[in-house]
């Protein structure tokens, strides 16, 4: 089946230190992989996608490369920013049965990411 | 543009009621979907519709509904409520075709159910 496992949280980390969650996932075919940030009583955004193989979605200083060899989809930022504090879900879009043209996201757990100043 | 818009953004129910939560998705977006978000469950797919047909549909008993009407808005309705359905509703919208297209989320409604 498809699934997506990523890193489990909390992660607190200073200001200006580098961050790295990890994401992986399993699926038939070739699914799109996006990574969405929840900031608090905030519904989800669309923080960076990549659609094949080697793609490198990046957004606001955030970066993911899609790797088809390891079945990763890593979140990385050099220089983590207090606003940065979020909720982080790793996800993926694969065609649904049935409907050639439709998708389904399935997301991961999320992880929690606090920022000390 | 407008982006997603959720109503009520909060409820309170009883066991036992019935509840009716609306989407209004982004304009010219056909499809709306429906999440469920738990802090022990997580994002859970409820349902999705597209041009008012239901599409994919999540693990979730028949107590859950939905329904898209021709202006692509689109209503969740849960029965019988239960405790256990106290959560997060998100709806996120977007054109519809592909596995690329990127989906657009609303503040959600948070349900409380006593």
């Known amino acids: 089946g498809n699934s997506v496992t990523q890193m489990e949280g909390p992660v607190t980390l200073s200001e200006e230190a580098f961050l790295t969650i990890n994401c992986t996932y399993t699926?038939?075919?070739?699914?799109?992989l996006f990574w969405y940030v929840q900031y608090p009583g905030e519904g989800l955004q669309l923080l960076l996608k990549?659609?094949?193989?080697?793609d490198k979605g990046s957004n606001k200083g955030f970066e993911a490369t899609y790797r088809k060899e390891t079945t990763s989809f890593h979140l990385e930022k050099g220089s983590v920013q207090v606003s940065d504090s979020a909720v982080y879900f790793c996800?993926?879009?694969?065609?649904?049965?049935?409907?050639?043209?439709?998708?389904?996201?399935?997301f991961g757990s999320g992880t929690r990411l606090s920022i000390r100043p | 543009k407008a982006g997603v818009t959720q109503t009520p953004r909060y409820l309170i129910k009883t066991r036992g009621q019935q509840v009716t939560l609306s989407c209004s998705p982004i304009?010219?977006?056909?499809?709306v979907s429906w999440y469920q978000q738990t802090p022990g469950q997580g994002l859970q797919f409820l349902f999705e519709?597209?041009?008012?047909?239901?599409?994919n549909k999540g693990n979730f008993p028949g107590r859950f509904s939905g329904r898209q009407f021709s202006n692509s808005r689109s209503e969740m309705n849960v029965s019988t409520l239960e405790l256990g359905d106290s959560a997060l509703y998100l709806c996120?919208?977007?054109?519809?075709?592909?596995?690329?297209?990127?989906?657009?989320f609303g503040p959600g409604t948070r349900l409380t159910v006593l």
């Open positions: 996120a919208s977007s054109s519809g075709t592909g596995i690329y297209n990127e989906q657009f």
């Open positions: 699926a038939t075919g070739y699914p799109s």
């Open positions: 990549a659609t094949k193989a080697d």
């Open positions: 996800a993926l879009s694969v065609p649904s049965e049935g409907y050639s043209s439709a998708s389904k996201i399935i």
């Open positions: 304009s010219g977006h056909r499809s």
């Open positions: 519709y597209f041009s008012e047909t239901q599409r």
